[in-house]
């Protein structure tokens, strides 16, 4: 049997795709620490990078998180990890992001909201963490391709007592 | 290093030698187990420990459920509006009687048995009563209520029912410095919503005197130092600061903001948008308590080790954090941040924002900390190096902040304690220690 996609399915089908492989890109970039070409090709110039607290999870503009970058600290972020300044990222960890639950929540024709979970496992000083949450993404349509506007990283943990810290960019 | 230093001096962990001008502590300290829980009977079980702060439950039956000193317990505020610590525990059966970690509720309910007690303490509900003989009374099956008091917001409990200092006594010349910071607002200071829960597999007390110590920022620290620098954060006014004993094993550290501090301290790198307020800010402190002091309050960074586990950060924002052993190498850390109720928005998103940077498992300097103590917990695995060594300043009679002598009079209380007959000996208040140290 077979059933013919309607001309809508077919094209959500191919948005859900080139979302998908975008960010699967962005996953591989940061797991090859490739984080000047991810900052430079795949963020806005007006990004925002956020992780709530653990005891919060929502984004509640009142409370405090853990991070809530602007572009110029996610800048600065990265080059300090770059930089080798970052004494528990030299030597670099390893790091392996599962994305997946890919799922685009409201298509505005300019800019999509997209869900998606990701696991982040990172290996290094004799370490072994994996870092899961829900992320959520505003993604702002550049052609064939996005940028990324705002980034969400919501942890599942409850605490992060065993990890201690959290010193990559999830 | 010469061997002598590192001869075992008897089986003593803390060597406070006043002639020679050294202070070193036996790794042992951070790495024994038995130790470790010889911590836990004499010092958790009997000091005055950091509960939390009364904002935290703001309203008759707010509450908080959290572990201090290993014990989980519940600090709720009454219908009656008083604050009372409790034993998160059923008297029944032992069950924890609140799960959730904060609040409201008129009661709390079992849910094992449904044994209900009221937000004051008292046993209210048990169902099939007449399971119980005539001698059975509810009132003596209340929650379990510890000693508790607060300082200026601090709420503290200790579990010692022989404790014989009062909080206030108990925190000596640490008052002061708790003064000075719930001064920095006229209706009062609040936690702000967020905890962040992380930790480090070290020992708890590598966090303590990590937190008093300043002689590591410039090394450990550049990447949060050059960033600030990006930033255009001007140099101190002044140079200097000190750092104090005071007393009973609390300590710190007084110096000028190496930065802006959000309550009335304006540099460029807060915008010219807040600089009016904030320097009007500034004056009205000056009209309330004069030139000094505040200056004092508003113009000065200060780091306070309140002992066993808490310490409070008050420089480009004022964190709270509590440190809990887990066992000899891991801790817990909770860190929240603390700003007057009545900051205008904008200035808390500057304060966050500020907090961000330095603080918190993903700040740009508090996971060089973690790493770094971790780093000593695997370097104590050496044996062969018994002895770390924190005699800075013992030559000058006023330590600066680069000097260890908060850190000495943590270990000195520490010692009392672990190896007095009696965990109270009483102590005369150790500030004169100083005196002692340059004599």
């Known amino acids: 049997m077979t059933t013919e996609l309607t001309v809508d399915e077919a094209a959500q089908?191919?948005?859900?795709?080139?979302?998908?492989?975008?960010?699967?890109?962005?996953?591989?970039?940061?797991?090859?620490?490739?984080?000047?070409?991810?900052?430079?090709?795949?963020?806005?110039?007006?990004?925002?990078?956020?992780?709530?607290?653990?005891?919060?999870?929502?984004?509640?503009?009142?409370?405090?998180?853990?991070?809530?970058?602007?572009?110029a600290r996610l800048r600065q972020r990265i080059e300090q990890l770059l930089n080798g300044e970052v004494w528990c990222e030299n030597p670099r960890s390893r790091t392996n992001r599962m994305i997946s639950n890919v799922e685009i929540l409201t298509d505005r024709g300019t800019h999509l909201d997209v869900a998606a979970n990701v696991i982040v496992h990172r290996f290094g000083h004799g370490r072994s963490d994996a870092y899961v949450g829900k992320c959520r993404f505003e993604l702002v349509v550049e052609g064939?391709?996005?940028?990324?506007?705002?980034?969400?990283?919501?942890?599942?943990?409850?605490?992060?007592?065993?990890?201690g810290k959290l010193s990559i960019v999830l | 290093m010469t061997i002598e230093l590192q001869r075992p001096v008897g089986d003593r962990i803390v060597v406070d030698d006043l002639d020679r001008l050294s202070f070193r502590v036996d790794r042992r300290a951070y790495t024994d187990d038995d130790l470790a829980a010889r911590e836990t009977t004499r010092i958790f079980d009997r000091c005055w420990l950091y509960v939390?702060?009364?904002?935290?439950v703001p309203e008759p039956g707010s509450y908080v459920a959290r572990d201090v000193g290993g014990r989980p317990v519940v600090m709720a505020r009454g219908s009656d509006g008083v604050i009372r610590v409790f034993a998160n525990s059923c008297t029944h059966r032992?069950?924890?009687?609140?799960?959730q970690p904060?609040?409201?509720?008129?009661?709390?309910?079992?849910?094992?048995?449904?044994?209900?007690?009221?937000?004051q303490g008292d046993l209210v509900g048990v169902p099939i009563p007449d399971g119980y003989g005539p001698g059975f009374r509810k009132a003596d099956f209340g929650l379990a209520q510890h000693r508790s008091d607060s300082y200026r917001g601090f709420a503290f409990v200790t579990f010692d029912p022989e404790q014989p200092?009062?909080?206030?006594?108990?925190?000596?010349?640490?008052?002061?410095?708790?003064?000075?910071?719930?001064?920095?607002?006229?209706?009062?200071?609040?936690?702000?919503?967020?905890?962040?829960?992380?930790?480090?597999?070290?020992?708890w007390k590598l966090m303590m005197e990590?937190?008093?110590?300043?002689?590591?920022?410039?090394?450990?620290?550049?990447?949060?130092?050059?960033?600030?620098?990006?930033?255009?954060?001007?140099?101190?006014?002044?140079?200097?600061?000190?750092?104090?004993a005071l007393g009973l094993g609390h300590g710190a550290n007084e110096l000028p903001p190496a930065a802006a501090r959000p309550l009335a301290y304006w540099t460029p790198m807060f915008g010219a948008e807040v600089r009016p307020r904030i320097e009007a800010t500034a004056a009205r402190f000056v009209d309330r308590f004069g030139a000094e002091r505040a200056e004092r309050i508003t113009g000065t960074n200060r780091a306070v080790l309140i002992f066993p586990n808490l310490m409070i950060i008050d420089a480009i924002a004022i964190t709270i954090r509590k440190i809990d052993p887990i066992g000899a190498g891991q801790m817990a850390i909770t860190s929240v941040a603390l700003a007057p109720k009545d900051e205008d928005p904008d200035i808390r998103e500057l304060r966050k924002s500020h907090y961000l940077t330095f603080l918190g498992p993903?700040?740009?300097?508090?996971?060089?900390?973690?790493?770094?103590?971790e780093s000593c917990q695997r370097g104590y695995l050496n044996r062969t190096v018994r002895y770390s060594d924190l005699s800075r300043g013992m030559n000058k009679e006023v330590p600066e902040t680069t000097d260890e002598l908060p850190a000495r009079e943590f270990w000195r209380q520490w010692d009392r304690l672990m190896h007095g007959d009696d965990g109270h000996l009483d102590v005369a208040h150790r500030a004169e220690m100083q005196g002692a140290e340059a004599r």
């Open chain 2, 165 to 203: 200092r009062t909080l206030t006594e108990y925190l000596a010349g640490a008052t002061e410095y708790l003064d000075l910071i719930d001064d920095q607002s006229e209706v009062g200071m609040e936690v702000i919503q967020g905890a962040q829960l992380h930790g480090a597999r070290a020992n």
């Open chain 2, 52 to 56: 939390g702060h009364e904002s935290e």
């Open chain 2, 102 to 119: 904060a609040g409201q509720a008129r009661s709390f309910r079992c849910p094992y048995h449904d044994w209900t007690f009221s937000n």
């Open chain 1, 144 to 163: 064939e391709s996005f940028r990324v506007r705002r980034r969400v990283v919501v942890l599942d943990h409850e605490t992060l007592y065993e990890h």
């Open chain 2, 362 to 373: 993903a700040g740009f300097a508090t996971p060089d900390d973690i790493e770094i103590i």
């Open chain 1, 13 to 71: 089908v191919r948005l859900w795709h080139r979302v998908s492989q975008f960010l699967f890109r962005e996953a591989r970039l940061l797991d090859e620490w490739r984080l000047l070409e991810w900052y430079d090709e795949m963020l806005t110039d007006d990004i925002r990078y956020s992780v709530p607290a653990t005891d919060v999870r929502g984004e509640t503009a009142d409370a405090l998180g853990l991070i809530d970058d602007d572009a």
């Open chain 2, 210 to 244: 990590n937190s008093v110590d300043i002689y590591h920022f410039r090394a450990l620290h550049k990447r949060y130092v050059g960033y600030m620098e990006s930033l255009g954060s001007v140099p101190p006014r002044r140079r200097g600061g000190f750092g104090r």
């Open chain 2, 94 to 99: 032992g069950a924890l009687i609140c799960s």
